[in-house]
């Protein structure tokens, strides 16, 4: 995939947000890696987010395990952050994994998917952390991270 911004970090995202109230959030995390264990997610298939920044992705399977964390963390959340993106409102959240995002020649584009369309199988992958990502321009990194151990 020459050329293609790759995901720096593989992850999915359970929200989304501008600005977040990093301790609060952090009793957050702390919470849900205490209430859940691990768990398996259903890798289905390949995707594309079209629009001004496109992204490829990897689709989850969206089953219940993955629906109550996502309330969990939404619900607490929500309150302790700015800007947060419609995307990850439960009605519209498509769970999944970025593969490449932002690139804007159609042909490098379809070249990656051409690459990824005929290598892809379903798999099952194991969730055994969750944390904080954060982005401020070109940098990227985990702020904070905790095993799942409920």
């Not at 959340?77 to 995002?101: C, M, R, V």
Request: overall charge negative; hydrophobic content about 40%; aromatic content about 12%.
């Amino acid at each position: 995939m020459d050329g293609i911004s790759i995901s720096p970090i593989p992850h999915f995202s359970w929200f989304v947000g501008e600005s977040l109230l990093s301790g609060e959030v952090e009793q957050a995390l702390i919470a849900a890696a205490k209430n859940y264990p691990p768990f398996e997610v259903n890798v289905v298939d390949i995707g594309i987010f079209t629009g001004d920044h496109p992204i490829v992705y990897l689709g989850l399977q969206k089953d219940k395990t993955l629906v109550r964390l996502h309330q969990t963390m939404r619900q607490a959340i929500s309150q302790k952050t700015n800007g947060t993106s419609l995307f990850y409102e439960p009605d519209q959240w498509i769970p999944h994994i970025t593969l490449a995002y932002h690139e804007h020649d159609v042909e490098r584009l379809a070249c990656t998917v051409r690459q990824l369309v005929f290598r892809f199988r379903p798999m099952k992958l194991s969730v055994k952390e969750i944390g904080l990502i954060y982005q401020n321009l070109d940098q990227y990194g985990v702020a904070m991270k905790y095993a799942f151990t409920g």
